[in-house]
């Protein structure tokens, strides 16, 4: 009869989650889920506006959308710009994938550059607080749904020292991919979507093309460049199915190059107002552009990571180019990297 009693307690606790009903606190380990071990408080449900680039603005009804589950260990920033651990949590709630996924996307610069790689979010709270992902970081990722606006929160406890986490009191946005968490900021109410707003231009079936270095910049100003790697920095190989969105399967090679992270690091610090708000926008000989968050490169905790790859000398698609490990599709695998851009 015990027996029959904790299969039905598991199969309720299954039933509920599959249903989007909150699982009833499991306290006796009847299932194998440790995320489910205390309860969950409800942070309210944000009213929340899309505005920007998009034909169809307005407010987004929650209530038709699916709700998701993350689970993250945040930290944050101290007053000596080291990270400080601050809890971990289960969050309930709404990802950005599926708030944004039936907005028409109208590109103000879509005459010129009309894919959508360069386009980029903003998220705005009540204070005024504003943190940004990329619209790659949203849409193309290997694991989807890791960004969300959290309306239902639950502790992480330890099962030794029963660590009681303070709980968040508002609805609160998460990025779960993030190692340090200075996104997650509460109270969002406005999305709204943009597209980097350099010009460039666009030369497309430039072939063969070649650029021999990277030109590093921060606003206006050329803060560096990088026409070979940096000496002290090893090389990683990445095996991967590369397969784009528009062509399908490119190839099954691995690709080899450093960790782009670290040869930025000298010339783009590691900060707060980065990691909320930083973005870059990788740019190719041709013009073909990405946009990347500086959170995304910068700040990960899945050890996904963009790599800088060296071609032969001269070769076409060289010298440098970018690959996305993180993405599903190849659409970010800029070739031919002439410039990277830090802010507008």
């Known amino acids: 009869m015990k027996e029959l009693t904790i299969l039905c307690a598991v199969l309720l606790l299954g039933a509920?989650?599959?249903?989007?009903?909150?699982?009833?606190?499991?306290?006796?380990?009847?299932?194998?889920?440790?995320?489910?071990?205390?309860?969950?408080?409800a942070l309210d449900l944000p009213a929340l506006e899309i505005a920007g680039e998009v034909s169809n603005p307005g407010a987004v009804d929650l209530t038709k959308l699916t709700k998701r589950s993350v689970i993250v260990k945040e930290t944050l920033l101290d007053a000596e710009n080291k990270d400080k651990f601050t809890g971990a949590y289960r969050y309930d709630g709404y990802s950005l994938f599926d708030i944004l996924n039936l907005s028409v996307l109208n590109k103000k610069n879509k005459?010129?550059?009309?894919?959508?790689?360069?386009?980029?979010?903003?998220?705005?709270?009540?204070?005024?607080?504003?943190?940004?992902?990329?619209?790659?970081?949203?849409?193309?990722?290997?694991?989807?749904?890791?960004?969300?606006?959290?309306?239902?929160?639950?502790?992480?406890?330890?099962?030794?020292?029963?660590?009681l986490w303070p709980l968040p009191e508002a609805p609160r946005l998460v990025a779960a991919n993030d190692l340090v968490t200075e996104r997650n900021i509460s109270d969002p109410v406005k999305i709204t979507v943009r597209s980097y707003p350099r010009s460039f231009p666009v030369e497309k079936g430039m072939s063969p093309m070649y650029s021999p270095a990277v030109k590093l910049f921060s606003g206006a100003e050329k803060v560096g460049e990088l026409a070979d790697y940096p000496a002290e920095l090893k090389t990683d190989t990445f095996n991967t199915i590369f397969y784009g969105r528009g062509k399908g399967i490119h190839s099954t090679s691995p690709f080899t190059g450093v960790m782009l992270k670290d040869a930025l690091k000298p010339y783009y610090p590691f900060k707060r107002a980065n990691l909320r708000a930083g973005l870059f926008c990788v740019t190719a000989k041709d013009g073909y552009r990405s946009a990347v968050s500086y959170s995304e490169l910068f700040n990960r905790n899945d050890q996904?990571?963009?790599?800088?790859?060296?071609?032969?000398?001269?070769?076409?698609?060289?010298?440098?180019?970018?690959?996305?490990?993180?993405?599903?599709?190849?659409?970010?695998?800029?070739?031919s990297i002439t410039e990277i851009h830090f802010g507008d």
Do not use: C, M
């Not at 959508?116 to 749904?145: A, C, T």
């Not at 990571?305 to 000398?313: I, M």
């Open 111 to 163: 005459g010129e550059f009309p894919p959508i790689i360069d386009l980029y979010v903003e998220v705005e709270n009540k204070k005024g607080e504003k943190v940004v992902f990329s619209w790659g970081e949203l849409y193309y990722p290997v694991n989807l749904h890791k960004i969300i606006v959290a309306t239902d929160v639950s502790r992480i406890v330890p099962s030794k020292t029963k660590d």
């Open 16 to 41: 509920n989650v599959r249903a989007g009903v909150a699982a009833a606190v499991d306290t006796t380990d009847a299932t194998n889920d440790f995320y489910d071990n205390t309860e969950t408080t």
């Open 304 to 335: 996904q990571e963009f790599l800088l790859v060296k071609t032969a000398p001269d070769a076409d698609g060289g010298l440098f180019s970018l690959f996305p490990a993180p993405d599903f599709f190849s659409d970010r695998a800029i070739r």
